[in-house]
């Protein structure tokens, strides 16, 4: 009884810490998109990766697009460098302020925040859409070891062709009422002119008029009867 009652701890019952879950045995890597990943969109892309040792072993992590098994785009941030490459151009510091463009992607080096931690490291960036990316592209993140070790996952990101911006949805509304009354407009000017008789058929009735009144007057005498 004396031993139970020592170990009763003397805090309150409620005073506990929950287990904090296990930690990865490997390299991990996860990301997101920010925004519609459209032609004339500005987007933010992100990438969480984690070393089980530390984050310093991390090399670099980046984000693809992916299409078919083909690479059309990826943009690579180096972790110790703190370096950004932009398709096959040179890498750039971040702290430059010299934009990078390749075939799908515009960026700014200066955008991309980091994120340290013992295991961990949390990346973000803008990019602003060149061309229109086919609907059947991917989005793959990857990270990268200093031993060699990639591992990649594959995120639910959509895809859109189309150029929809709310300043292009904006304009289009516009139009689409200009036209709209423009047409109503016409057709209405259109009715109006054929409901309206025109000169011709104001003269064909005058003379047709004129016909009828010379036989009337000839067939009256002028003691007023009739011939």
């Given at each position: 009884?004396?031993?139970a009652v020592v170990?009763?701890?003397?805090?309150?019952?409620?005073?506990?810490?929950?287990?904090?879950?296990?930690?990865?045995?490997?390299?991990?890597?996860?990301?997101?998109?920010?925004?519609?990943?459209?032609?004339?969109?500005?987007?933010?892309?992100?990438?969480?990766?984690?070393?089980?040792?530390?984050?310093?072993?991390?090399?670099?992590?980046?984000?693809?697009?992916?299409?078919?098994?083909?690479?059309?785009?990826?943009?690579?941030?180096?972790?110790?460098?703190?370096?950004?490459?932009?398709?096959?151009?040179p890498r750039i510091?971040?702290?430059?302020?010299?934009?990078?463009?390749?075939?799908?992607?515009?960026?700014?080096?200066?955008?991309?925040?980091?994120?340290?931690?013992?295991?961990?490291?949390?990346?973000?960036?803008?990019?602003?859409?060149?061309?229109?990316?086919?609907?059947?592209?991917?989005?793959?993140?990857?990270?990268?070891?200093?031993?060699?070790?990639?591992?990649?996952?594959?995120?639910?990101?959509?895809?859109?062709?189309?150029?929809?911006?709310?300043?292009?949805?904006?304009?289009?509304?516009?139009?689409?009422?200009?036209?709209?009354?423009?047409?109503?407009?016409?057709?209405?000017?259109?009715?109006?002119?054929?409901?309206?008789?025109?000169?011709?058929?104001?003269?064909?009735?005058?003379?047709?008029?004129?016909?009828?009144?010379p036989g009337l007057?000839?067939?009256?005498?002028?003691?007023?009867?009739?011939?």
């Amino acid at each position: 009884m004396a031993i139970a009652v020592v170990a009763v701890p003397t805090g309150p019952l409620w005073a506990f810490s929950a287990p904090h879950p296990p930690q990865p045995k490997q390299l991990t890597v996860s990301g997101f998109v920010i925004g519609r990943i459209a032609k004339g969109n500005k987007i933010r892309l992100g990438i969480l990766a984690f070393d089980p040792r530390t984050f310093t072993d991390l090399q670099s992590v980046a984000v693809a697009l992916i299409l078919h098994g083909q690479v059309l785009e990826r943009v690579t941030f180096f972790v110790r460098e703190q370096q950004l490459q932009l398709g096959d151009q040179p890498r750039i510091d971040i702290s430059k302020t010299a934009s990078l463009t390749s075939g799908f992607f515009r960026m700014n080096p200066r955008t991309v925040r980091l994120i340290r931690g013992t295991f961990a490291i949390r990346v973000t960036m803008w990019a602003v859409v060149r061309e229109t990316v086919p609907k059947a592209t991917t989005v793959r993140v990857v990270a990268t070891g200093e031993g060699g070790q990639v591992t990649y996952a594959k995120e639910k990101v959509g895809i859109y062709g189309g150029f929809l911006t709310w300043g292009t949805f904006a304009i289009g509304f516009l139009l689409a009422l200009l036209i709209g009354a423009f047409l109503a407009n016409l057709r209405w000017s259109r009715r109006y002119r054929a409901l309206r008789p025109s000169i011709w058929d104001v003269l064909e009735r005058r003379l047709r008029e004129e016909r009828v009144r010379p036989g009337l007057l000839a067939g009256v005498g002028a003691d007023g009867g009739s011939p």
